[in-house]
């Protein structure tokens, strides 16, 4: 258990569904990240918050959309997805951005048909 | 800018043998540098994490990395593997500027 939950742990969905991902963190950190993780290739950061304000958005495609209402909570909104966003989607928090390790949840595990 | 560089997508070692999984960086400001192990099907785990205090840093399960600022490297180590170690490794460098970046990661397989 490392203080992030993820819910929920597996989703399949259809292109024209909408879903959103949930990720809490119980360490008392400022920053959250949402990556993707996809079958041979590289972790990809997606979204950075600090303090409930977005800085960094990786130009990720619109049809993702994240919210961050409180710096324990982190959504990640989805819509109109394609089969190539099938991945494994991980959340992390930290202190703060920057010098400080990152903690994971166990990640949502997302198939788009 | 910053990079991280992991030689090496697959490592394979026998069980008991010495395990060294390459990380080499190039940041323009004094870097963070962190390793993560990753098991099947769950998140990222902190094994050790370089923060300028001293250059060999010990971590979980036996694993230590070495900090060499004039080979720009953070190698990961351990002396015997165990069939437990099995498992996907990244390094990953941060600044104070709040960025983060991952290697592509290094799959140890060790054999019996």
């Known amino acids: 258990e490392t203080g992030v939950t993820q819910t929920p742990r597996h989703l399949v969905m259809g292109m024209t569904n909408k879903k959103s991902l949930k990720c809490e963190q119980h360490?008392?950190?400022?920053?959250m990240y949402w990556y993707k993780q996809s079958a041979k290739k590289p972790l990809e950061l997606m979204f950075v918050?600090?303090?409930?304000?977005?800085?960094e958005n990786n130009s990720v495609p619109s049809r993702f959309s994240p919210e961050c209402p409180n710096s324990s909570h982190l959504f990640l909104h989805l819509h109109t997805l394609q089969p190539e966003d099938s991945a494994l989607y991980l959340c992390?928090?930290?202190?703060?951005?920057?010098?400080?390790?990152?903690?994971f949840g166990p990640g949502t595990r997302l198939t788009v048909t | 800018a910053q990079s991280v560089t992991q030689l090496g997508s697959h490592v394979s070692v026998s069980e008991g043998a010495l395990v060294l999984l390459r990380c080499n960086y190039s940041s323009s400001v004094p870097p963070y540098l962190f390793w993560y192990v990753q098991y099947p099907n769950q998140g990222l785990q902190l094994l050790l994490k370089?923060?300028?205090?001293?250059?060999l840093v010990k971590g979980i399960n036996g694993f230590e990395a070495e900090f060499k600022k004039s080979e720009t490297s953070f190698h990961l180590t351990k002396p015997s593997a165990h069939m437990s170690d099995a498992a996907e490794y990244f390094c990953a460098v941060n600044t104070n500027a709040g960025k983060s970046t991952f290697g592509d990661g290094t799959t140890l397989t060790v054999k019996p």
């Open positions: 918050y600090n303090f409930k304000e977005q800085t």
């Open positions: 992390a928090s930290s202190q703060e951005s920057g010098r400080h390790e990152q903690y």
């Open positions: 360490l008392g950190h400022n920053a």
């Open positions: 370089y923060t300028s205090a001293a250059t």
